[in-house]
């Protein structure tokens, strides 16, 4: 099992940064992708970043060249770089993990936390 703790989140302006943290409560050496996700109110989830075996990255479309997503294997932790946030990236963002054992995926989520930007 994989525990997951965000923070991080709060209120900024329109053009503003932030820096979200999940921290692990094992090592995310061995985990198979770590990635965030986001959802508004009666929205599906969606993913914003992932990293992947090989520290391979994703990212979606609406937020390519502003976020970047990184990690500190020593501090079992997990960053989003937030830069040049819109209106459009208030949400609520989760750290999700997964783990794949004798071929089956096992999938973690940390509990959120809200990011709102303000005009």
């Known amino acids: 099992q994989v525990q997951l703790v965000e923070s991080g989140g709060g209120l900024v302006q329109a053009g503003g940064s932030l820096r979200l943290s999940c921290a692990a409560s094992?090592?995310?050496?061995?985990?198979?992708?770590m990635s965030w996700y986001r959802q508004a109110p009666g929205k599906q989830r969606e993913l914003v970043a992932r990293?992947?075996?090989?520290?391979?990255?994703n990212y979606a479309d609406s937020v390519k060249g502003r976020f970047t997503i990184s990690r500190d294997n020593a501090k079992n932790t997990v960053y989003l770089q937030m830069n040049s946030l819109k209106l459009e990236d208030t949400d609520v963002y989760y750290c999700?993990?997964?783990?794949?054992?004798?071929?089956?995926?096992?999938?973690?989520w940390g509990q959120g936390t809200q990011v709102t930007v303000s005009s």
């Open positions: 999700n993990a997964v783990v794949v054992v004798a071929n089956r995926e096992y999938a973690y």
């Open positions: 094992r090592s995310i050496f061995s985990v198979d992708a």
């Open positions: 990293f992947t075996t090989g520290d391979t990255t």
